[in-house]
T-cell receptor, first 112, second 116 residues
Framework: NAGVTQTPKFQVLKTGQSMTLQCAQDMNHEYMSWYRQDPGMGLRLIHYSVGAGITDQGEVPNGYNVSRSTTEDFPLRLLSAAPSQTSVYFC???????????FGQGTRLTVV | AQSVTQPDIHITVSEGASLELRCNYSYGATPYLFWYVQSPGQGLQLLLKYFSGDTLVQGIKGFEAEFKRSQSSFNLRKPSVHWSDAAEYFCAVGLDYGGSQGNLIFGKGTKLSVKP
């Protein structure tokens, strides 16, 4: 049982570079979401999706784009990385409204 | 807006001692409440959840939590802490109105250290 898989685990970017963080789940969950975790801030919701083709903004969406073309995949794109985006990023999936979220192992991103 | 507060940033307990981690939430019509644990360098693992019914819920690893509507609290407890419980603990609530409804909002976490 793979659950939620995130790639890569670690990444270093230069300011202005773009990249995509990958997230895939094999539990057929409708809900998927991206959080960022910063020291002393807990987890903050970036974007989320309630099904294929449907995405919406969370608490801290600026600088990030998402799309959801399939149930399984929910990539997070950084179009022009900034040092303020240095963080640990977690992808999660859940079967529905306000249900338990299953988390990936995280991607540690450093922007220099 | 709905929110979650974990008043304690860092707690240290001795191995074998009891533990209580505090969590307060702002009122939602139907509180969906969760506790997660995060070991260093790992993702988040669900310890327990409350949706309705019995206000004392049992979770994995010997943890339990009690929902108290009158106090807007969902405190996590363990009668005897083991060294392996050292981790960061997050309380979360499901958003049932406003933006991002249907998703979880997290507290800022409580880091637990265990003394031998």
């Amino acid at each position: 049982n793979a659950g939620v898989t995130q790639t890569p685990k670690f990444q270093v970017l230069k300011t202005g570079q773009s990249m995509t963080l990958q997230c895939a789940q094999d539990m057929n969950h409708e809900y998927m979401s991206w959080y960022r975790q910063d020291p002393g801030m807990g987890l903050r919701l970036i974007h989320y999706s309630v099904g294929a083709g449907i995405t919406d903004q969370g608490e801290v969406p600026n600088g990030y784009n998402v799309s959801r073309s399939t149930t399984e995949d929910f990539p997070l794109r950084l179009l022009s990385a900034a040092p303020s985006q240095t963080s640990v990023y977690f992808c999660a999936s859940s079967p529905g409204w306000n249900t338990e979220a299953f988390f990936g192992q995280g991607t540690r991103l450093t922007v220099v | 807006a709905q929110s979650v507060t974990q008043p304690d940033i860092h707690i240290t307990v001795s191995e074998g001692a009891s533990l209580e981690l505090r969590c307060n939430y702002s009122y939602g019509a139907t509180p969906y409440l969760f506790w997660y644990v995060q070991s260093p360098g790992q993702g988040l693992q669900l310890l327990l959840k409350y949706f309705s019914g019995d206000t004392l819920v049992q979770g994995i690893k010997g943890f339990e939590a009690e929902f108290k509507r009158s106090q807007s609290s969902f405190n996590l407890r363990k009668p005897s802490v083991h060294w392996s419980d050292a981790a960061e603990y997050f309380c979360a609530v499901g958003l049932d109105y406003g933006g991002s409804q249907g998703n979880l909002i997290f507290g800022k976490g409580t880091k637990l250290s265990v003394k031998p």
